[in-house]
Every structure is written in C-alpha cells, then in structure tokens.
C-alpha cells in the first residue's frame, strides 16, 4: 500500500522515489536531485509526453496552498476533450512483401467461439490468424449461446458476414458452410492450448495427416499476445478492425445514435458503467451495498457453476483494485478530473445492479447521463432488445466514437474499445487507477480529505499518464514464471501497438 502515501505530512510537493540518504554529501546530492526532478515533473505535468509508462510514484497529499499556486484549478475544456498527442503515428495493417496470397487448402476448421460479443470477437479474429497458420479454410464460427447472455443469435445476426469472407479473401479462404460431403467426417475436436505460438499450431498441422476437418471447441485466448510473425499480427488487426463489420442493420442504427448525441452536446463520453449483477456477484464486490444486496449477489456466485472462486472477501478485492468503481466514485472521479456537471455521459451498460437507487449517486454530479432508450425508439430498439450481444455492439460503436472513453472495470470490452480507439488515432482513453483511487476515495469517506483543489490535484495526478496515449505493450510483470506470464501480458487487442500502428508511411510495407 505505498504507492499512494496520502494523507499524514505536509511536505514536498512529490517525492518520486524514497530517499535513504546515507551520508551528510550525499545527501545534499539527492536533495538537489529531488528537486531537480520535482522540475522536471512539472514540467512533463503541463507538456504532452508521448511515451506512456506504468510509474509507480510515491505521492503525498500537498498542502492546499502550494496546490492553488502551482496547479490550474481547472483544466480548459480543450484539455478535457483532446486526444492524446500521437505525433503522426497511424494505423497500418497492409501485409509485408514476403506474405503470400491465400492458396485455399482442402483442409478446415470449424469453430464454436465462447464468451460475450468481445471475447467473441477477438476468439474469431484469433482463428482467422489461425486458419492462416494451418492452412486450412475456416468455415464461419458458431456463436456462443449459452454464456452468462443467453443470445441466440448467430453470426450474420451481428456480423456482416460477406464482407468478412471478401475482405479476407487474399488471406484465408473463409466460407459459409462446410462442404456437405465432410459434415459427417470424423472430425478432430480439440481444445487448442491457451497463448498458443506459431511453433505450437505449426505442429498441429499434423493432425492434417489424419484428418480433414479440425472443430475448434472455443476461440477465446487461443493465440500468444507476443512473438508472432509481423503478418500474423497484421492478419489479426485487418480480422478485427476491418473484417468483422457488424451487420448493415447495425451499423445504420449505431451511427444513427452517434449522430443523435453529437447532435445533443457535440462532445460526449462514453461511460462502460460494469456496476451489472453478474459482474458484482463474480467479482464479489459489495462495498456500498446492503446486507441484502451483499446476500443477493453471493448467492448468485454460490449457484453459478463456471464461476470457480466462491470465497472472496470484498474489501481485500476492493483495496487491491479489483471491483469496478461505483456509481458515486465514478461521479466524484468525473468531478475531480475537470468534466463540469453539464457534460453528457453515455452510459455503455446492461442493466444498472439496484437501477435508480445506486446510480442516483452518479445522477446527482452529472444529470447528462444518456441511455440507449433516450436516444433510439422502442421500434428501432425491438429487434436487438432480447439479443445482449446485438446491444452491445451498438454500444461497442458508441464507446469507439466517443470523444472520451472511461471504463469502470477491466474486462473483454473495456479492452478492445481501448485497443480499437489505440488504433484508429490514439482516440482519449482514461483508465482509473482502481488501486489508487479506492485509497483517495476511503480518505475522503474517512474525512481526511475533502472534495476541492486537493482531491482534484491527487486524482489528476494518478491519471495524467492513462489517458491511452501511445506506448509499447506491456509484458508480463517481473516475478511471473512460465506460462503464467502468457495470461499476464497486455493484450495484443488492447494494445496493437506498435505492429498496427506506424510512425511513417515508409514502415508500411516493411
Ligand atoms: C496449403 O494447402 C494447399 C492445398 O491443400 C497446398 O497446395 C499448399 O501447398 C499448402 N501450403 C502450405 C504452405 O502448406
Ligand atoms: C476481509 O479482509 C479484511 C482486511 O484484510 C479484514 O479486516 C476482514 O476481517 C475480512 N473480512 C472477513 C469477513 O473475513
């Protein structure tokens, strides 16, 4: 618990590291040290640096006066709303001079992809980079019908599937059914390993000697992060980004309400509100609940099968930065980042857990908040409401085009609209510092800090290097051995950077 050490002293304005000074001359030397890097730290506070990296600062609370002094009150409403700088980076996906066209094999793989709509999508992206690797012909995926969601939908429900099987053409031969002679052929069904490695499906190209059609019993995960070949990297970007268009249907729709809010306010954000049922009861994050609620949501986890961790203590899963932000803490980190009450939030979200109760907490900082029912009719909605996966990708579209994204938890979604927005221009991503804020919020509830210039400082500070400003993906942290640092890295569709995104024309074609 020391990377925030708020609260307490007040002293220097930061301190970066902590200082152990073990001689009275080197002491003098760090003293000066640290102010030149308190310099240089304010410095970098009000220019734009175009590298992110994870820090690991220890911060404490500065007193209100040196605070009114040497920081803005309030952001300009241009810093609120503009993207990060990205010095000419862009997207770049075209394959390198060595990749070959498509040969179409009489090999294929059938696959039943799993998990909501995102982990849906990157699982099927993933087998098309797959199929490449294998040689094989994919034929279009099952969706998953009996996740948390319960759609039914299939693929051409969601996707626009002729533009998939076109856009690919020159990569992997996809086609819509399989071929009616080899649907009663044994087939390999097998569970592709997780994080698997280009060395690892090269050998599974063996079963090719015994078999003509592999089924794939789920997608999700299926592929490494890292160490893959440039254009199997590339293949996954034109496979997400391009190929799996959502249905015309939806895409007519998800622009309509784009255009609707930017017709409201001109700027908006999108808010992925993850304060859902299911989310609270397989986190088990309680913290602000009633005993009732709390009650409700353990037995919800207790009598879900494929939810293996039963046992969870709320408060440990808060403090480590686990459960996403409530209703209120989104409202008073929104406050405290600079957004005036007057902006217009779109709430990205299924159903809000306790509905009107909980999320009054939000509505009484920020009353703009905007559902898809205020803006689409319960004609234009009818056909999508029983189908989650259908409604998300309309709110998939409008996190993409919002001027600001902020998810309230990491998950599937949260990743990909962050990756996606990475992608197309380094699009304005805030990602909490969950850790962090839940140590800013408990001094707040605990009195030792009120909501003003102090709190403003602390939460822009935590934040002002997650704002989805460009940066290598991350590896897995130190400490991860074997393959449990596959699991750990960043994910590449959180992150595509930098093999789908380029400084220069020139490393297009590489
Ligand atoms: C891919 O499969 C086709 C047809 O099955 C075959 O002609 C071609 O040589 C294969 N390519 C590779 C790289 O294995
Ligand atoms: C949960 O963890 C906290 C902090 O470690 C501890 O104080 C508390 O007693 C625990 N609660 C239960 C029910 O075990």
């Not at 304005?13 to 000074?21: A, E």
């Not at 098309?128 to 429900?157: G, H, Y």
């Not at 996966?389 to 979604?413: R, W």
Request: proline content about 5%.
């Amino acid at each position: 618990m020391d990377k925030l050490g708020v609260g307490r002293e007040n002293g220097d304005l930061i301190r970066i590291f902590p200082v152990k000074p073990s001689s009275p001359s080197s002491f003098t030397i760090l003293r000066l040290f640290v102010l030149l890097i308190v310099f240089i730290f304010i410095f970098n506070f009000y220019s734009r640096s175009i590298l992110e990296d994870e820090e690991n600062l220890n911060l404490r609370l500065p007193s209100q006066d040196s605070v009114s002094k040497q920081l803005p009150q309030k952001l300009s409403s241009e810093k609120l709303w503009e993207a990060p700088f990205s010095d000419g980076l862009h997207p770049c996906v075209h394959p390198t001079s060595r990749y070959q066209a498509n040969q179409g094999g009489d090999h294929y793989i059938t696959v039943r992809s799993n998990g909501g709509l995102n982990q849906m999508r990157t699982g099927i992206a993933d087998m098309v980079a797959v199929s490449r690797m294998m040689n094989a012909t994919l034929v279009i995926p099952e969706l998953d019908k009996r996740s948390f969601w319960q759609d039914k939908s299939i693929f051409s429900d969601i996707f626009d599937e002729d533009h998939f099987i076109d856009s690919l053409k020159g990569d992997v031969r996809i086609i819509k059914k399989l071929p009616p002679d080899l649907v009663s052929v044994p087939r390999a069904r097998k569970h592709f390993t997780s994080w698997g490695s280009l060395g690892y499906y090269e050998e599974m190209t063996k079963l090719w000697e015994e078999y003509q059609v592999i089924h794939v019993a789920k997608s999700d995960s299926r592929l490494a992060n890292n160490d893959l070949p440039l254009d199997i990297q590339r293949l996954r970007c034109r496979a997400l980004y391009h190929a799996l268009r959502f249905s015309p249907s939806i895409e007519t729709l998800g622009k309509k309400l784009i255009e609707r809010l930017r017709s409201h306010a001109g700027k908006y954000i999108s808010l992925h509100l993850r304060y859902e049922k299911d989310m609270l009861a397989f986190s088990g994050c309680t913290y602000g609940l009633s005993e009732t609620e709390s009650q409700d949501l353990t037995l919800l986890r207790e009598k879900t099968n494929h939810w293996k961790v039963k046992k969870i203590n709320s408060t440990e899963q808060r403090v480590a930065g686990l459960c996403p932000l409530t209703p209120k803490e989104v409202g008073i980190f929104l406050k405290a980042l600079g957004y005036p009450s007057s902006t217009l939030i779109y709430i990205a979200a299924g159903e809000i857990y306790g509905g009107k109760t909980h999320l009054s907490d939000l509505t009484c900082r920020f009353p703009n908040l905007i559902f898809k029912e205020m803006i689409a009719s319960e004609e234009e909605l009818k056909t999508y409401m029983n189908h989650a996966s259908q409604m998300a990708a309309l709110d998939y579209m409008i996190c993409v085009e919002s001027d600001v994204f902020i998810p309230t938890h990491s998950g599937n979604m949260a990743r990909a609209v962050e990756g996606h927005r990475r992608f197309l221009g380094h699009r304005k991503t805030i990602t909490p510092d969950r850790k962090g804020l839940v140590q800013v919020f408990d001094k707040l509830e605990s009195g030792q800090l009120e909501e003003g210039p102090t709190l403003r400082h602390l939460v822009q500070h935590l934040h002002h290097k997650r704002q989805g400003g460009p940066r290598n993906r991350e590896g897995a942290p130190d400490g991860i051995r074997g393959r449990a640092r596959f699991k750990a890295e960043e994910s590449f569709y959180q992150n595509p950077y930098p093999e789908c995104i380029c400084a220069s024309k020139h490393h297009q074609h590489e």
